[in-house]
């Protein structure tokens, strides 16, 4: 039973959401990690990124309704170290990259084009190649 709530209640929350893709994406650390946007072609998009609290917290913006694309980095950046190490292109696609990843980079990643019918959500998780015992 708890577990049939539980399935419906991230159903609707998908819906709500009106989630049209997304990855889990596992990337080792000190790598790049690619997080893509295809398909959201709303001129206004954003990239977010789930706080502890549950909250989206914008990290990037692009506006492309004008004669130029506007893209802009967001205070979320600071808040999850982030400023310098996620950079998002300003065309259609709109991927984001992490570069030098790190632990806690781990989380889920939103990319949003509201009014465009969509938004795609990634869940990044980093690894350690190695693992030194004493």
Known sequence: MMVTTLLHLMVAWSLF?????GANITVQMGRSA???C???TNVFREWQRLDTGDTWVQLITLYTGGSTPDLQE???LDTFNLRGRFTAT???DFTAT???TRAIDDGRYLCDG?????QIVHTLLTYC??????
């Open 34 to 36: 690619t997080l893509p």
């Open 129 to 134: 190649k190695y693992l030194l015992y004493k």
């Open 17 to 21: 959401l009106n989630i049209v893709g």
């Open 74 to 76: 967001k205070a979320g």
């Open 90 to 92: 300003a065309d259609d």
């Open 114 to 118: 509201s009014s465009s019918g969509g």
């Open 98 to 100: 992490i570069t030098n």
């Open 38 to 40: 295809t398909g959201i």
